[in-house]
């Protein structure tokens, strides 16, 4: 009861004094809020900020999403099949020009024997549904054919040297690009988006500058006679090899690397060896047989081996198209080497090709293409036994089986699981 007491005793103030000490608490309390604002420049860089940062934030992240490890690895990968083509040119001008040794037929000879020894000896000892014998009653005509396409489609391209120029071959040899696009497209149920295409138009783009920079600096080897018969054959064996890409990459995803490798191995050295004896007998019997071309042999062999060999990794890890763009960059290392092997004429338009192409491997790497019709989730709908499949009742379905996935999926795509 003693703390009221002070309270009461207060005199009592009079009804304007208090009016006049509310206005000025009022006037304190603008005062001290204007002093407390930020000043003009910062306001608005503070406003910028806000909005700028999560902007940049975005494009980071979507940066860091596109060059992504996957990404770079495919890439990688590309380019070690494309320095193992320019080991197998760089060993054929040698074999060709300085010991006159024209034999395109007995060299992919060896290479297809080693394949033989390798795989389809591995091949003969599995037991089972993997074994060679259980795969030859299976599909033994299958893979004689995609034998005699692999061995005509490496014989036409060499043989249209002799017929046409170097930037020919170079520009034609790209028709395997829309071949295995269009191969893909009908026959795997691949689909591509619109930066599929951008990038293979930037890869061709790229091509076509290493064409122009041939012809500045005059480096147009090849006879030029017939040359109509020489792109002919150019293009006759793009399309073989586009067949061929897509094959590898429909058997190296449902069946298996070995068992490709090993029928290839089979069927080519087979067929490969009479032809050979048909139309090469004569021409290796020319040849002047030492040490050096041994061993230009043997290195044509080992590039050649190590190219069939690693190719089904690549293809089964992107894609045939994506292989096939990433060997655009193979003449461009056998150029960089005959500047100081050969002594070629440089030109910047060769290094501006160069990054064209990656850019353009980049851009088609970014996303992933998608398979219209997975027969997986189809086969769910036959199999009455099997489970029930509740799919979303609007909403495009995008399965999640990708043939390209170089690039991480963006968070807007959809999916559809597969069990």
């Not at 890439?75 to 197998?88: M, T």
Request: proline content about 4%; hydrophobic content about 45%; charged content about 15%.
């Amino acid at each position: 009861m003693a703390s009221p007491a002070p309270a009461m005793l207060a005199p009592q103030q009079h009804p304007h004094q208090q009016h006049q000490q509310h206005q000025q608490q009022q006037a304190n309390h603008v005062v001290a809020t204007i002093e407390n604002l930020p000043p003009e420049g910062s306001s608005g860089g503070a406003r910028s900020n806000s909005l700028s940062g999560p902007h940049s934030a975005n494009v980071r992240q979507r940066i860091r999403k596109v060059f992504n490890r996957e990404l770079l690895l495919s890439i990688a990968l590309g380019q070690v099949l494309s320095l193992l083509i320019c080991g197998i040119s760089l060993t054929s001008k040698y074999l060709s020009d300085d010991f006159h040794a024209n034999t395109p037929v007995f060299q992919s000879f060896l290479n297809y024997i080693l394949l033989f020894l390798v795989y389809t000896t591995t091949l003969a000892v599995r037991q089972g549904e993997e074994n060679l014998l259980a795969i030859l009653k299976r599909r033994w005509w299958k893979y004689m054919i995609l034998g005699i396409i692999d061995i005509e489609a490496n014989y036409l391209v060499v043989k249209a040297y002799q017929y046409t120029t170097f930037t020919s071959v170079q520009l034609l040899d790209c028709f395997v690009i829309p071949v295995v696009i269009l191969l893909s497209w009908f026959f795997l149920l691949i689909r591509y988006k619109a930066v599929h295409f951008i990038g293979i138009v930037v890869c061709i783009l790229g091509m076509g500058c290493m064409a122009g920079a041939d012809v500045l600096v005059g480096r147009q080897q090849g006879a030029g006679e017939n040359k109509l018969i020489g792109d002919l054959l150019v293009l006759g064996g793009a399309t073989l090899y586009g067949i061929s890409n897509v094959c590898e990459e429909y058997i190296v995803r449902n069946l298996s690397r070995v068992e490709f490798l090993g029928m290839i191995g089979l069927f080519g050295s087979f067929f490969s060896g009479i032809q050979l004896a048909i139309m090469e007998h004569k021409e290796l019997l020319k040849v002047p047989w030492d040490w050096q071309i041994g061993l230009l042999y043997v290195g044509f062999s080992a590039c050649m081996f190590g190219l069939y060999s690693f190719m089904p990794v690549v293809i089964k890890k992107t894609s045939a198209t994506a292989v096939n763009l990433s060997l655009l960059t193979a003449d461009l290392y056998s150029l960089f080497c005959g500047f100081f092997l050969f002594h070629y004429k440089f030109s910047g338009l060769y290094l501006l090709s160069f990054f064209t192409i990656l850019v353009g491997l980049v851009l088609y790497s970014s996303t992933s293409t998608y398979v219209a019709q997975d027969p997986r989730v189809y086969k769910q709908f036959r199999n009455p036994s099997g489970p029930v499949v509740d799919l979303p009742a609007t909403g495009q379905l995008e399965p999640s089986v990708t043939y390209t996935s170089l690039g991480q999926e963006t968070e807007e795509e959809p999916h559809v699981r597969v069990a």
